[in-house]
């Protein structure tokens, strides 16, 4: 099938903060208890229509593990988005998010869309970050927020549809502004 666009997005973040099961999730509605750790990198898309336009959003999983550096790092080249998860009850994974954004930004897209994701919601009497720690930290960033479940689901369809939206809307618009500039050079009124 021919797409009009294709986003590559990944999944950032330490190990066992639900990036595989938000991946499941999100493509065929399942939650893996007893999940693995993720090898290297795991892939899958969907299609989306946007203003009649299609669209192929990439989602690329990568391992959280710091032996796998060298080959995740190469995955965010081209990247337009990012969701950078961390476990609401696993403090240590929240702090590695100061870890994770120098490394996107060093590696990834220049205008790369972010998204920080607190996951794993629905073990409220676990947490060990609050949701204002989590919104605090993004504004730091001066990126998104957003808490999701990958056990029942809540926020997986919003946080995909969000950043695929944003995406497109950073693309529409920098088409815009290439098309103004194009005209301005030319000398063509407007």
Same mark, same amino acid.
């Given at each position: 099938?021919?797409? @009009?666009m294709v986003f590559k997005i990944v999944? &950032?973040? @330490?190990?066992?903060?639900?990036k595989s099961n &938000?991946?499941?999730k999100y493509l065929k509605n399942e939650f893996n208890e007893d999940s693995k750790a993720t090898v290297g990198v795991e892939f899958g898309s969907k299609s989306f229509s946007i203003d009649n336009h299609s669209i192929k959003a990439q989602i690329w999983d990568t391992a959280g593990q710091e032996r796998y550096k060298a080959i995740t790092n190469a995955y965010y080249k081209g990247a337009l988005g990012a969701f950078l998860v961390y476990d609401i009850t696993r403090k240590e994974t929240f702090d590695s998010v100061d870890k994770w954004i120098p490394e996107l930004k060093a590696n990834g897209?220049?205008?790369?869309s972010i998204l920080i994701i607190g996951n794993k919601s629905d073990l409220e009497d676990k947490r060990q970050v609050t949701k204002e720690d989590g919104e605090q930290k993004a504004a730091n960033y001066g990126v998104a927020f957003m808490e999701t479940s990958a056990y029942n689901g809540e926020n997986i369809e919003v946080a995909f549809?969000?950043?695929v939206k944003g995406i497109y809307?950073?693309?529409?618009?920098e088409l815009?502004?290439?098309?103004?500039?194009?005209?301005q050079e030319k000398g063509i009124e407007i």
């Open positions: 099938e021919n797409y @009009d999944l &950032i973040g @330490d190990s066992f903060v639900g &938000i991946l499941s897209s220049k205008n790369m549809d969000t950043m809307e950073k693309c529409h618009k815009e502004e290439n098309k103004e500039v194009d005209i």
